[in-house]
């Protein structure tokens, strides 16, 4: 194709997306006022949660898990502890600090791991990091109950919120075996991001996939060589996890797999219902990776898909969960055609907003019932608009760093690409 402009039928622009109003304006830089309210709220959410009786529980576990290992026990031994072997050696250098530096550390790490997560889900689509948009997310995470959950356990989950966008960095620059490697180290951490394998699939990234599944594979297989009996693993952490944990976790578990026996649904019909669900969900993953359009908002829409296939089905699936993907997903909102630019992609997350009282949700054991409308209701939106753009010809072709657009509009390069680069 010739990149001529007096190609017949052919109309291009050097900068696609320039007469994307709502995407200009949220890639803008916000006035310094704002940004500063911005990271007030986020502090004062972080504060909130140093000045309060509980923080970091959920990190205490893997850290007393490799003390354990210090002593000559085996971590396996409590039931709680549920990730993969490498994760004991991760948390070595912890063990090292008293209960009182962790106790206020580590909710400042995991909230400044949660504010990076942000930064680069917006990278990957070249929106700065004083822009409006960069301004409402880093807002949103302080109103956003998930957010706290997450910093106020210390949880490990934030791990694979940062990891899920680094992935999807770089294979948007087409560094596939890189970001293969990234979500390789993120498994060997905590498995949540095993379903973006199904990515590289999708993708025919074959040396990638091997990368992927190797390197966690590796550091498991070293670690558990260095610990005594990892068997335990098999024998007792994974029973308890495949079982939904016990009465203490269960009210906080999302999945529909849980939440509809709690409203009186029979367990198989349940499981039958989230089975079926989460397949459908994964065969419209696979719609939208065929059907094309930005490159970025098809690889964050596709992974998400993926991501909360899963969430759907596994057990347990924690509110907190969705921070892995949302971040990617909001910001998608600079391009034109996103599964975010609809409001419905925003309703499903108003119940989890701090300042929003539920009668009857708010209590610490019943929000499970508000999580997973959020679930279900992000799932939704995103797959009926894979489905609805299945048929959608590509309309636009990037060549060099320009959009092409077939047609005769002389405009027709703003109003069709999806393709802002910013």
């Known amino acids: 194709m010739s990149g001529s402009p007096g190609a017949p039928g052919v109309v291009h622009s050097r900068w696609p997306g320039s007469a994307d109003v709502p995407a200009r304006w949220l890639r803008g830089r916000a006035p310094r006022p704002l940004l500063g309210a911005a990271l007030l709220v986020f502090a004062l959410d972080v504060v909130r949660i140093l000045t309060g009786t509980r923080a970091?529980?959920?990190?205490?576990?893997?850290?007393?898990?490799?003390?354990?290992?210090?002593?000559?026990?085996?971590?396996?031994?409590?039931?709680?502890?549920?990730?993969?072997?490498?994760?004991?050696?991760?948390?070595?250098?912890?063990?090292?600090?008293?209960?009182?530096?962790?106790?206020?550390?580590?909710?400042?790490?995991?909230?400044?791991?949660?504010?990076?997560?942000?930064?680069?889900?917006?990278?990957?689509?070249?929106?700065?990091?004083?822009?409006?948009?960069?301004?409402?997310?880093?807002?949103?995470?302080?109103?956003?109950?998930?957010?706290?959950?997450?910093?106020?356990?210390?949880?490990?989950?934030?791990?694979?919120?940062?990891?899920?966008p680094v992935t999807l960095l770089l294979a948007h620059r087409g560094r596939w075996c890189a970001a293969a490697v990234v979500t390789g180290v993120a498994i060997a951490l905590k498995p949540m991001l095993v379903p973006l394998l199904l990515l590289l699939v999708l993708a025919r990234r074959w040396r990638a996939l091997a990368w992927a599944v190797g390197v966690p594979v590796a550091l498991s297989l070293a670690a558990a060589s260095a610990m005594p009996r990892p068997g335990r693993f098999f024998t007792r952490t994974l029973p308890f996890l495949l079982h939904g944990q016990d009465a203490y976790a269960r009210p906080f578990d999302a999945s529909w797999t849980t939440v509809l026996p709690r409203l009186g649904v029979p367990s198989p019909v349940a499981f039958a219902l989230a089975g079926a669900a989460a397949l459908t969900v994964l065969a419209l993953a696979r719609v939208r990776w065929r059907a094309g359009g930005d490159e970025r908002a098809r690889l964050v829409e596709c992974a998400s898909l993926l991501m909360l296939a899963a969430f759907l089905v596994s057990r347990p699936?924690?509110?907190?969960?969705?921070?892995?993907?949302?971040?990617?997903?909001?910001?998608?909102?600079?391009?034109?055609?996103?599964?975010?630019?609809?409001?419905?992609?925003?309703?499903?997350?108003?119940?989890?907003?701090?300042?929003?009282?539920?009668?009857?949700?708010?209590?610490?054991?019943?929000?499970?019932?508000?999580?997973?409308?959020?679930?279900?209701?992000?799932?939704?939106?995103?797959?009926?608009?894979?489905?609805?753009?299945?048929?959608?010809?590509?309309?636009?072709?990037?060549v060099s760093g320009r959009v092409y657009s077939f047609g005769s509009d002389p405009e027709a390069g703003d109003h069709l690409d999806r393709s802002e680069t910013g």
């Open 56 to 164: 970091a529980i959920d990190n205490a576990v893997v850290v007393r898990a490799a003390r354990t290992l210090l002593d000559g026990g085996s971590p396996y031994a409590d039931k709680r502890f549920l990730y993969l072997p490498g994760a004991v050696f991760a948390a070595l250098p912890q063990t090292l600090a008293g209960e009182r530096v962790l106790f206020y550390a580590v909710p400042v790490a995991t909230a400044l791991l949660g504010l990076a997560g942000v930064l680069v889900a917006l990278r990957l689509f070249g929106v700065r990091a004083d822009s409006r948009l960069a301004a409402a997310m880093v807002a949103g995470l302080g109103v956003f109950e998930p957010f706290h959950g997450l910093v106020s356990l210390g949880n490990w989950t934030v791990l694979s919120a940062v990891a899920f």
């Open 317 to 398: 699936s924690f509110q907190h969960y969705m921070l892995v993907v949302l971040p990617s997903l909001a910001a998608s909102t600079v391009v034109r055609g996103a599964a975010a630019r609809s409001a419905w992609f925003w309703l499903p997350l108003l119940p989890e907003l701090a300042s929003v009282n539920w009668p009857y949700l708010d209590g610490a054991r019943r929000h499970a019932f508000r999580d997973i409308v959020m679930i279900t209701g992000v799932a939704a939106v995103l797959a009926v608009r894979a489905w609805r753009d299945r048929a959608r010809p590509a309309r636009e072709v990037t």
